[in-house]
Each structure stands twice: as C-alpha cells, then as structure tokens.
C-alpha cells in the first residue's frame, strides 16, 4: 500500500487534495494512499493519535483546525510559529512537527504569475485563518505596506492590530494602490454570484489576486479583468503547498518545471 497521508478537516466534500497528491506521488514514483479525514472539533485530538498510531506519514490540516491543532503536535517550524497556523504536520518516528506550506504555496504562486511586491501597498480583504500566511509572506518579503479590510475593524485578531484596518465602506476612501487579495471565501462555489467589493472600487488597483480557486474566474477576477488588472487565482498556491508538503514528508526538493507540469495537470483535471 505504500504511505498513509490525508486531509484533516471539517468539511472536505469539494476538496482536490486527494488528485493533487496522487499527481505528485505518481510523479515521484512512490506509492501511497491520500484521503479525506472529515472530523469533528471535539474528535481532533483522538484523530491525530490515531494517525501516529496507524503509522501516517504526514497530514495536511484545512479549515476550521489549522490553529486548533497546534497543540498536538511536539515541534513547530520557523514560519509556523510565526504565523500562527499550521496546515502540514510530518510525522517522523513518533514525532509531530508542524508547518506552514501555504506560506511557500503563495509564494511560489507570486513568482509564477509574475507578481512584484517588492515596496508595493496591498490591501486585504479579510482577517482571518487564511490571510495570515499571506500577510507573513509579503511581510518577509518586501511589501511596504498593508491595509486589512474587515467587516468589523474593531472585533479583528489581536495579530493584525498593528497595521492599518479599516471597513469595507472605507475602501472607497483609499487612494490608489497596488495589489488587493481577497482571503475571504465570498464568490466560491457554490455561491459563485459573491463578490467581496462593487466593481468601481477595484480600479484602485494595478492587480488583484483571490485565494479562491473554484470557480476558476470568480466575480472579483472577472470584474478585475475587464478593468485591465492582472489576475491570480488560487489554484497555483494550492497546488504549490501541496507539493511544499511532500517535499517535507520525503525530505526531497521537487524543481519548479515539475511544479508547474502538476499544476497544468490538475488545472485540466478541475476545469475541463
């Protein structure tokens, strides 16, 4: 049978990890099993000793337990702790280390699409589990500035509080900016009609990145794109911390031209 991996989440109905997984296992010529582990919050922990006692290799962690499980693993990487929020744990002879692949994953989806941040301003709608790996990233990597966009600026984390924040009805007030990512979930499937901001506000903006992958052009994308800003959407940075999470698991280095075969593959496989 090979190695044990999963996804461990709440809800996984229309998750793809499983494809892109598969992808990149048979990529590597190695055999394994990736599945879908739906738990419950008040299952997790028994869920996570259960997976070491099976002998699992490693596991990623999506919504709503990226931060919850934190504290049941025994090691923390450099980026996680730093974040706040892990999504891959590696299990090596008895011992949990968390990561954090998604801060590589979008990372990598930057410099594919040719994004520079470098002394940029960028705008982010939301202030949850999500845009904390993003915000770290373009944190470690030049950004010069960040404005949070939330629905409620005074009730935000207690790790934004230090940078800008302000409403959505504030967006309107802003001058000109860089680059706007949506990490919230509005316009994903099924409520693909969503957008976060009205259509007039993104012209602001020189490009505009959304987090969701399904659909492949949302509402913000499209609307985006007839305004003339470059677009990204969430697949490549799916696809990459994936492929950051086996890297972990077999202690290899996979080379971006594979990377990007992968992504192509699972691009046909999700919206053929």
Same mark, same amino acid.
């Given at each position: 049978? =090979?190695?044990?991996?999963?996804?461990?989440?709440?809800?996984?109905? +229309?998750?793809?990890?499983?494809? @892109? +997984?598969?992808?990149?296992?048979?990529?590597?010529?190695?055999? =394994?099993?990736?599945?879908?582990?739906?738990?419950?919050?008040?299952?997790?922990?028994?869920?996570?000793?259960?997976?070491?006692?099976?002998?699992?290799?490693?596991?990623?962690?999506?919504?709503?337990? *990226?931060?919850? @499980?934190?504290?049941?693993?025994?090691?923390?990487? +450099?980026?996680?702790?730093?974040?706040?929020?892990?999504?891959?744990?590696?299990?090596?002879?008895?011992?949990?280390?968390?990561?954090?692949? #998604?801060?590589?994953?979008?990372?990598?989806?930057? *410099?594919?699409? #040719?994004?520079?941040?470098?002394?940029?301003?960028?705008?982010?709608?939301?202030? =949850?589990?999500?845009?904390?790996?993003?915000? +770290?990233?373009?944190? #470690?990597?030049?950004?010069?500035?960040?404005?949070?966009?939330? /629905?409620?600026?005074?009730?935000?984390?207690?790790?934004? /509080?230090?940078?800008?924040?302000?409403?959505?009805? &504030?967006?309107?007030?802003? /001058?000109?900016?860089?680059?706007?990512?949506?990490?919230?979930?509005?316009?994903?499937?099924?409520?693909? &009609?969503?957008?976060?901001? %009205?259509?007039?506000?993104?012209?602001?903006?020189?490009?505009?990145? #959304?987090?969701?992958?399904?659909?492949?052009?949302?509402?913000?994308?499209?609307?985006?794109?007839?305004?003339?800003?470059?677009?990204? %959407?969430?697949?490549?940075?799916?696809?990459?911390?994936?492929?950051?999470?086996?890297?972990?698991?077999?202690?290899? *280095?996979?080379?971006?031209? &594979?990377?990007?075969?992968?992504?192509?593959?699972?691009?046909?496989?999700?919206? /053929?």
């Amino acid at each position: 049978m =090979g190695n044990l991996y999963g996804l461990i989440g709440e809800k996984l109905g +229309h998750s793809f990890s499983p494809q @892109i +997984h598969n992808i990149i296992l048979e990529k590597l010529s190695l055999k =394994g099993l990736y599945n879908l582990f739906e738990i419950k919050q008040e299952d997790l922990k028994q869920a996570v000793e259960g997976l070491k006692a099976l002998g699992a290799k490693g596991v990623n962690v999506t919504i709503p337990y *990226k931060v919850p @499980i934190m504290q049941y693993v025994d090691e923390l990487s +450099h980026e996680s702790k730093k974040i706040g929020a892990i999504n891959t744990i590696a299990f090596n002879d008895g011992i949990l280390k968390g990561y954090n692949t #998604d801060y590589y994953g979008f990372g990598a989806s930057l *410099k594919y699409a #040719d994004i520079n941040i470098s002394d940029k301003t960028a705008v982010i709608l939301g202030t =949850g589990g999500s845009s904390k790996a993003v915000v +770290h990233y373009l944190l #470690d990597n030049g950004i010069k500035d960040i404005i949070y966009v939330s /629905r409620d600026p005074k009730k935000v984390l207690e790790d934004v /509080r230090g940078f800008n924040i302000i409403s959505y009805d &504030e967006i309107a007030d802003l /001058r000109s900016s860089d680059i706007i990512i949506n990490c919230t979930p509005c316009g994903m499937y099924p409520k693909v &009609e969503q957008c976060p901001i %009205n259509k007039s506000l993104l012209s602001k903006f020189s490009t505009a990145v #959304d987090l969701i992958y399904n659909p492949e052009t949302t509402v913000f994308l499209k609307e985006a794109e007839e305004l003339g800003l470059k677009t990204l %959407n969430g697949l490549y940075m799916l696809v990459a911390q994936a492929v950051a999470a086996q890297e972990i698991w077999q202690n290899i *280095k996979i080379p971006k031209v &594979e990377v990007e075969d992968i992504y192509n593959k699972i691009k046909q496989i999700i919206y /053929r």
